[in-house]
């Protein structure tokens, strides 16, 4: 599977961008830009909370742990790879729009700081 599409899957605002920056998250599409915080979502419900081991992180570590230590340095250094979560929030607009998110962790973090 692949990384988060940082952008709305479903319900209104389907393939609007979710984007952090300049003081906050963003829907954007072309030259439209809806700031998300406190004063438009009026409510979120966390979907799915899915980790998965970055493959590169997996095969680099493991590497560089079997040419150390072995056999076990090779387990132990693909066992440490790096998760990244995926996460799909839906969104209640405090203009009684919805829509789902699909965010990387990045994203997923700066949205819960700006409508917390």
Not at 45 to 56: F, G, N, P, Y
Not at 94 to 115: F, N, P, Q
Request: charged share 20%.
């Amino acid at each position: 599977m692949a990384g988060a599409v940082n952008k709305v899957i479903a319900g209104d605002y389907q393939n609007y961008i979710v984007s952090v920056g300049f003081g906050g998250v963003y829907l954007s599409y072309f030259f439209k830009k809806i700031k998300l915080d406190k004063s438009t979502v009026s409510s979120y419900e966390l979907i799915t909370d899915e980790r998965k081991k970055s493959a590169v992180s997996s095969i680099g570590r493991g590497l560089v742990g079997g040419a150390l230590l072995g056999p076990v340095g090779m387990l132990g250094g693909a066992l440490s790879a790096k998760n990244k979560g995926i996460y799909q929030v839906a969104i209640q607009f405090s203009d009684g729009k919805r829509s789902l998110l699909e965010l990387d962790d990045k994203t997923y973090k700066g949205l819960m700081k700006a409508i917390f």
